[in-house]
């Protein structure tokens, strides 16, 4: 089957029992056993329940993996997949990670004795002279949150099957409409399914796709364990959500596009940074292993002081964290979304005090233009 028709009736089957074309939300804690040590496939709704049994069928189906397990948040699914980890093991991670993926593995999972390196992963050797005896998973944002870093997936696959590497990819910013890294050699996928996945901005869940089966058994052991499983109305939105995936993301491209072009010839503009312009350095790459070029950009208008003058003065494009909504989301990285990064950190990385991400909506773009325009003439 197509990938739409995939989207719209794998995991989401009428009710056999009604007829209902939408299948009824499970919201309940636990599950009556028909014996002793006899149910009908569930007993406690943290263990697992339908909503969520029929959400990951749906989005493993969509990722091309053996198995899929939804979370409670993005950074919930990206936490079990490095408690895959032990104490002494080392991972590489692409340089300008999200903010909350910094946090996590420099103040916390350090504390459990992992080690951590951030690479530009999209220079190979780079990552090459950064392995160690001790490294065991490479983990890749591409592109880069909100750098717009394109990492080659092929090529950081055959490294980490040659060295016997986990190899982990952060798929947020693409959705599987757009790109698919299990196909490029990739062993486990992350989403934060807030974003494109469910797409309307109504509620938070992570997701973690995987090639292998001993992967798949630890993920559901930590998620089951930990109690991070995504609760039933949570997994309806997001089902829901993934049945008009296709159709806003071919929307989503179309918008990026027009709008990363327009930024690009503004005078206020000193730089866009979007993997479909050929002026990004990654431009080939993507164009290679992605099915479109989504509708996430970064632009730099110089200063501190510009980025807030833009900012205060947008009125369709809404000033928020988060991406991938239907409606155009606004942000300014380096005291938003990458705050918990040093200043020195960023600056390293290239999260400019003037660089603004912009996740491009599926509204009319001549409304987004106008919009845009308005606001940098501010600056």
Do not use: W
């Not at 990492?151 to 060295?163: P, Q």
């Not at 757009?178 to 997701?207: E, F, R, W």
């Not at 829901?240 to 990026?256: E, W, Y």
């Not at 080939?284 to 292993?289: E, G, P, R, Y």
């Amino acid at each position: 089957m197509g990938f739409s028709t995939d989207a719209i009736h794998v995991g989401q089957e009428p009710d056999p029992s009604t007829g209902s074309i939408v299948a009824p939300i499970y919201q309940t804690s636990t599950y009556v056993q028909e014996a002793l040590g006899s149910n009908k496939g569930y007993d406690y709704a943290r263990t697992n329940h339908p909503n969520r049994k029929a959400l990951e069928r749906t989005v493993a189906k969509l990722e091309g993996g053996v198995a899929a397990y939804v979370f409670t948040s993005g950074m919930a699914a990206i936490d079990s997949v490095f408690r895959l980890l032990r104490p002494g093991d080392h991972a590489i991670l692409s340089r300008a990670v999200y903010g909350g993926v910094y946090r996590l593995t420099t103040q916390f999972l350090v504390q459990l004795g992992m080690e951590f390196s951030f690479i530009d992963t999209s220079c190979l050797e780079q990552v090459q002279k950064a392995l160690r005896p001790s490294t065991k998973m490479i983990y890749v944002e591409t592109p880069t949150n909100p750098t717009m870093i394109v990492t080659d997936l092929a090529a950081i696959a055959a490294l980490a099957r040659d060295k016997n590497l986990t190899m982990v990819v952060d798929n947020t910013f693409l959705s599987p409409y757009l790109q698919q890294p299990l196909a490029l050699g990739a062993h486990i996928v992350v989403h934060s399914m807030t974003k494109y996945l469910n797409g309307h901005s109504d509620c938070i869940a992570g997701a973690a796709i995987l090639s292998r089966k001993e992967d798949a058994e630890k993920i559901y052991f930590l998620q089951r364990s930990a109690g991070a499983g995504l609760a039933p109305m949570d997994c309806f939105l997001v089902s829901r959500g993934i049945k008009t995936l296709a159709v806003r993301m071919d929307r989503h491209n179309l918008n990026g596009m027009a709008m990363a072009k327009f930024l690009e010839s503004h005078p206020k503009v000193q730089r866009v940074i979007y993997p479909g312009l050929p002026s990004h350095p990654q431009h080939a790459i993507a164009k290679k292993q992605q099915r479109g070029f989504g509708a996430m950009l970064s632009f730099d208008v110089g200063s501190l002081d510009s980025a807030r003058n833009l900012l205060n003065h947008v009125k369709l494009c809404s000033l928020a964290e988060s991406l991938g909504g239907v409606e155009t989301l606004i942000s300014h990285p380096a005291s938003m979304t990458h705050a918990s990064i040093p200043a020195d950190v960023r600056k390293q990385i290239g999260i400019a005090d003037g660089l603004v991400r912009l996740s491009v909506g599926i509204e009319d773009v001549e409304d987004l233009i106008a919009d845009l325009d308005h606001a940098l003439a501010k600056i």
